[in-house]
């Protein structure tokens, strides 16, 4: 039931989407045909002509809901087909990609715009000039949410809605980007161009790792949760292993399609592979591609609508600010360690000593019941204070000091007129 073929000739070539939970598919036509399906059970939940161009289509945080990137604007519908929203602020979209824990859809259009909406709320985040072009690929790193994006010079770009500047420029290709895919834990990115090379990234170094050579180069790039990875040029879909630790000589698995694909992508939690095509899709099997184990609590694949509808609250519930996203979040659970140390030094100040100078005391033990608890405790609060009592002698005797002082001078400067003095 996994491995099967869906012929729709009529309205290709198509693009597809996945749920988190990997249960049901989104396909969306380029000539207007839009269809939604429990793709385990083969149940439709509905189909639809929009009759306009179609760019892409993206599920949001649930199978409730899903967007479809239309030739004028942007369309938000129900899994019934019903239209919720039409969003005249995002138009020319190519390319959609939703952030789960944000509630935040991304948007790149043909005029060079990166646009985010809140889905929670239905408000504009964020819209930034690029200022780079038509932007036609675009991906997410699921670790850190930040946008990539591919350019026709040949660089990618890193996004942030804080900021109207990338975050990181890079130049990867000699010619333009086609495609980009990013593992599941943010830390490789692999990219195809149009001079033929498929190069893989480290994205902490910011440095290439691994770069081949295909024959007709790569269009469409996906990575699966268990490192897999797909590359589509033409009617031909190669599936490559461990591309980012070694020299892969051969492909993995090799398939071939009816029709130029348009798209694809790895199932989660499923060794299947959809693939869009100018005939239609066609689910792929792929030995190992899928994480066995799910998070039940997170995505599950075989929840109920109440459920569905208990997680939907706790995540609105406990949804990330776009504020905090950036190329480091693990930065914002450090301490701020030029703060504590002015905030230290005035506290020695004010004390007028270190309390973190010394290691805590610790009493001997002693025989014949002289280490009760309460005398440990007493012998630990005297020797505790003995640096406060000799710091306290010293500064009255310095005050004692001043005053005699100031008795001297006075005594000197006295005149013979201080007796008739009051």
Not at 29 to 51: P, T
Not at 150 to 166: A, D, I, M, Y
Not at 218 to 232: E, F, N, V
Request: proline share 4%.
């Amino acid at each position: 039931s996994q491995y099967f073929n869906l012929v729709l000739s009529q309205f290709g070539p198509y693009r597809l989407d996945y749920t988190r939970t990997g249960r049901h598919l989104l396909l969306g036509g380029r000539r207007g045909h839009v269809a939604c399906m429990d793709w385990h059970s083969k149940q439709l939940l509905c189909e639809m002509n929009v009759m306009e161009t179609i760019n892409d289509v993206k599920w949001l945080h649930s199978e409730a809901m899903f967007a479809v990137a239309q030739k004028k604007w942007l369309h938000i519908y129900d899994s019934l087909g019903v239209e919720l929203h039409c969003v005249k602020k995002f138009n020319d979209v190519l390319r959609l990609q939703f952030l789960p824990y944000h509630f935040l859809l991304a948007t790149s259009s043909a005029t060079g715009f990166l646009q985010y909406l809140d889905v929670s709320v239905g408000k504009e985040v964020a819209a930034i000039c690029t200022k780079l072009g038509r932007l036609d690929v675009m991906s997410q790193n699921p670790q850190n949410a930040v946008i990539h994006l591919g350019h026709p010079t040949g660089t990618v770009t890193f996004w942030s809605p804080n900021q109207k500047e990338p975050l990181v420029k890079m130049l990867c290709h000699r010619g333009g980007v086609r495609s980009i895919a990013i593992d599941k834990t943010g830390t490789y990115m692999v990219t195809s161009g149009l001079d033929r090379k498929l190069k893989v990234f480290d994205i902490r170094a910011l440095r290439p790792l691994q770069s081949y050579s295909l024959p007709a180069g790569a269009t469409c790039l996906s990575m699966s949760q268990r490192g897999l990875l797909s590359a589509c040029a033409g009617d031909t879909v190669q599936v490559y292993q461990d591309v980012i630790g070694t020299t892969v000589r051969k492909p993995y698995m090799a398939h071939k399609v009816r029709g130029s694909v348009w798209g694809a992508q790895f199932c989660p939690f499923e060794d299947v592979l959809g693939i869009g095509h100018g005939d239609g899709f066609t689910s792929m099997i792929v030995p190992g591609a899928g994480e066995p184990n799910f998070d039940g609590l997170d995505s599950n694949p075989f929840r109920s609508v109440k459920q569905r509808q208990e997680w939907e609250v706790k995540a609105l519930l406990e949804k990330i600010q776009p504020e905090l996203i950036g190329l480091e979040p693990a930065k914002l659970g450090e301490v701020d360690k030029a703060t504590w140390d002015v905030r230290h030094q005035e506290r020695v100040e004010r004390l007028g000593f270190d309390p973190l100078a010394k290691e805590k005391f610790k009493p001997r033990m002693k025989t014949k019941g002289r280490s009760s608890s309460a005398n440990v405790e007493k012998r630990k609060k005297k020797v505790a204070h003995e640096d406060q009592r000799e710091l306290i002698r010293q500064t009255v005797e310095a005050r004692m000091e001043q005053q005699k002082e100031k008795k001297v001078t006075a005594i000197g400067q006295r005149s013979a007129l201080d007796r008739f003095k009051k």
